[in-house]
């Protein structure tokens, strides 16, 4: 059985590309598209590459970004815009394979396996065509990862950067891939790092060839799976993606939201108005997508110099995509765990819905429940649906959500980005 193709492709500082494209006059000019100071949001994004030659780092404050760069230009982000760029990206993917699974808005595989026969059987003709049309059509590069499975096509397109095209192959991954250190690795992230580097285990190779079971009882089952990726074992296939839809019908385990606040939330009113704003987003984002969840979590960051976070999740008596259900089970949550005062205050709150079942699931009746009142809230909350769909996320608003003044104006399911999808969200 021969090899698959897989191709990654990741659109090189997405973000801060896009807007240089649409503003000719910055593109010789250190840019980062920054979150809004005002909001306290005011971190950095993404950078094109002038920023980066001055060591400019995504996530740090825009302060110190300024610091090291003193023309740094800021944009805000316009995150309608990068969802319009991505779907294009996707447009000229389809044109080779229909298995295009995307990981986030700038990234792609795909599965070209099927498609050889009309490249002439060599899978860097595709990826130059792909990487020359992305730049003609959007005005943006790629950097293009080539493997037999997802992980190494993943590495690969992170190996070269900008504008580059690398292949991982079964005769050159131990040269490349497992001399590379390991945090390298798809999912090895910062506290797998330091488990991994107390093993003695620093690059990819040496996870490669460590004793599975130590790997296991020091990281559990997913020890296995980064050895099985290191090893090149991944065989994960590519979803198979509806052109139409520009996205792929993943199984969604959870929908949830969150916002750093205007001002350190000390009142038990301004933690209210944000609980319910966030908590309205994820119920009117189920009821999109024909879901009820079954347990609703709270998770709290405090404005301590250490930023100290916690989360609770409480089951609800029944799954409800109801914006009051799950706004006063969340409110609960962070009431019981929360004093509100300026000793401890709140610097952010996010609110998540999981055990989703499809809204047409026989659901047993409550007779401890007022299943009719039930039935009409969930009513009104579709009705209200279609008046946003129609003019606006704020054209309707809760007077609960309208006491803190400085959120009167947040839509914050119009203004927070998708994340990237996860690996396993299958």
Known sequence: MSDRVILHS???CFYANVECFHRPEIRDKPVVVGGHEESRHGIVLAKNEIAKRFMVK??????????????LIVIPPDYQLYMKFSRMARDIYYDYTNQVEPFGPDECWLDVT?????????????????????????????????SWNKIFAKFGSDYKKPDAITVISRENYRDIVWNAPVEDLLYVGRATKRKLNAAAIF????????????????LGKMGAVLQD???????????VLDPQS???EYLIKSMGNGLTAPHDIVHEQDAKALVYLLSESVA?????????????????RRGDN????????????????????????????????????????LRSISVRASKLVADYTPVQLDLFLDEEQRYKREQLDHTIDEVRRRFGNTSVQRVVSLQDESLRDTDIKRDNIVHPIGFFAR
Request: aromatic residues 6%.
């Open 10 to 12: 990741d659109m090189n």
């Open 284 to 300: 009117q984002r189920l009821r999109e997508h024909h879901y009820r969840a079954q347990t609703v979590s709270i998770g709290a």
């Open 229 to 239: 990726f290191a090893l090149g074992q991944d065989q994960t296939p590519v979803k």
């Open 58 to 71: 995504t996530g740090e404050a825009l302060w110190q970004a300024r610091q090291k760069c003193p023309g």
């Open 203 to 218: 690059t990819i190779g040496e996870l490669a060839c460590a004793p599975r079971g130590m790997l296991v009882g020091r």
């Open 306 to 345: 250490d930023l100290t976070g916690y989360m609770r999740q409480a089951a609800l008596p029944a799954p409800s995509c109801i914006t009051r259900e799950i706004a006063d089970c969340a409110f609960e949550l962070l009431a019981t765990a929360q004093p509100f005062n300026e000793q401890f205050p």
């Open 246 to 248: 520009s996205s792929v």
């Open 114 to 146: 099927d498609s050889m026969n009309l490249w002439c059987h060599d899978p860097l003709i595709i990826a130059r065509e792909i990487s020359e049309r992305v730049k003609a059509e959007l005005g943006i590069t790629v950097s293009i990862g080539v």
